[in-house]
């Protein structure tokens, strides 16, 4: 066995906290290999340095977001067939998984190769940044088998319950990260490269681990190489339910790519302040993202045991403990922006940009703390198109353009900028409370069926 839990019996809220801490140490953790690139990049390069980072770190994201929800989709159906004892279509699962990740992985470094310098144009990196974005971005995209892979097997662990063995693969990565990141961009001064290729290696250990694993303990299901074939009905499935959660991830990373566009045009201590500020709100974001992931995991699990109350009481569950910890970080935030942001940069003018940004930025911490999670108890009851069309709207209709608007009045700052990110968010909890009380309020849960299961 693999670890595997029954996320149906027992009190809710200590099966999320038990369930969901590991997932957020995980996310903590893997959060800090970026904002350890840019700490050590701080200290130890230039500004130009640390905003090619950044911005190349974002790019990636966005490119390999998208193919990242389709194992995420792969999750939910996986989840949905443990919750409901059908281990033959879970085995299934857990192969087409493997194999749409292996075609993703050669599709996402494809167009990081061919479309990658298009789009740090795109994005007006400075000209002066501009190549230290490249070298990170076409050093990571090599390595990009490795970090999906690892996504991939994480994601099947946690469909079944078991959320501590990706903390300790992650664990163990982030701390060769640490080491091969001092090394590379200290001593050996390679700059943004360096942080790339500490990143790609400790990965590379990271998948090795997780896959050793596997092996070790197996699934709790009879699953062999056979399953690994093609299945064109699982995988029609697992795109169904993971294409909304790509584009959505995808467009929502994009979202924030235009605004670090605007931002670039701002000069090279804007463009620094933006990794900087995106690192820090990434470290609180983890809460009710983490929180958010473990729901669809429950939500996914019950919802095939035919549980669906009991998946919406422990979304309602992760959003109280998701604000008790956003409030405070708030205020600090708020009263002390120039203590936090020093932590990742020790440049005057990269100080002052980033605590200018970090406080409109802050405010979006109340709002995520509500929407990730209802997000996590609507994929997982395979409600994605909902989710994906609630995150673009609020991001291309609400972000976007009050950023842009904003950073056009006179005198705008990065203060005025960061004011778009918590609008759009505070959209997306109108929305998702609307469609809830529209369409599942009401004894309409018990109509919900497992994805295109029967």
């Not at 390999?64 to 929800?69: H, Y």
Request: charged share 10%.
């Amino acid at each position: 066995m693999s670890g595997a839990l029954a996320l149906t019996e027992g009190k809710i809220g200590k099966l999320l906290v038990r369930f969901s801490l590991p997932f957020l140490l995980s996310s903590m953790i893997q959060t800090a290999y970026s904002s350890v690139d840019i700490f050590f990049l701080g200290r130890f390069a230039s500004a130009q340095a640390q905003a090619g980072a950044g911005n190349g770190a974002a790019l990636l994201f966005t490119v390999t977001g998208f193919f990242l929800g389709l194992t995420n989709g792969g999750m939910i159906l996986l989840g949905q067939y443990f919750g409901a004892r059908r281990d033959r279509d879970a085995a299934k699962a857990t192969g087409n998984i493997a194999a749409v990740l292996i075609v993703s992985a050669a599709a996402a470094s494809a167009i990081v190769f061919l479309f990658g310098r298009t789009f740090l144009n795109i994005m007006n990196v400075p000209g002066e940044a501009a190549g230290e974005a490249w070298d990170y971005l076409r050093i990571c995209a090599c390595g990009l088998l490795f970090t999906m892979g690892y996504a991939a097997v994480s994601s099947v662990l946690r469909a079944l319950g078991n959320s501590k063995a990706p903390l300790v693969f992650v664990s163990i990565s982030c701390g060769i990260n640490i080491v091969l990141d001092y090394i590379f961009v200290g001593p050996l001064g390679m700059g943004a490269a360096g942080a790339a290729a500490a990143t790609v290696i400790a990965q590379c250990f990271s998948l090795i681990v997780s896959v050793a694993f596997l092996a070790i303990k197996r699934l709790p299901f009879r699953f062999g190489l056979r399953d690994i074939k093609p299945d064109f009905a699982v995988i029609k499935s697992i795109f169904r339910l993971g294409l909304p959660i790509s584009l959505q991830t995808v467009l929502n990373m994009l979202s924030f790519v235009v605004i670090a566009g605007i931002i670039n045009k701002l000069g090279v201590p804007a463009s620094a302040a933006n990794g900087v500020v995106n690192n820090l709100a990434n470290f609180y974001m983890t809460v009710p993202m983490a929180i958010g992931t473990a729901l669809s995991a429950i939500s996914a699990q019950n919802l095939g045991a035919g549980k669906p109350y009991r998946a919406l009481a422990a979304a309602k569950m992760g959003s109280l403990f998701s604000l008790a910890v956003a409030v405070p970080c708030v205020l600090f935030a708020n009263f002390r922006p120039e203590a936090i942001v020093s932590l990742l940069s020790d440049d005057p003018e990269v100080i002052a940009e980033s605590a200018r940004f970090l406080i409109p930025f802050s405010w979006d911490c109340l709002f995520v703390s509500f929407v990730f999670c209802l997000n996590g108890f609507f994929n997982g009851c395979g409600i994605t198109a909902f989710v994906a069309a609630h995150e673009l709207v609020a991001a291309f209709a609400v972000r976007i353009p009050l950023s842009w608007l904003l950073s056009r009045a006179p005198g705008a700052t990065l203060f005025h900028v960061g004011i778009g990110t918590p609008a759009a968010t505070a959209a997306s909890l109108a929305m998702c409370l609307a469609f809830y009380k529209l369409r599942m309020s009401g004894g309409r849960l018990e109509s919900l069926k497992i994805a295109y299961g029967e």
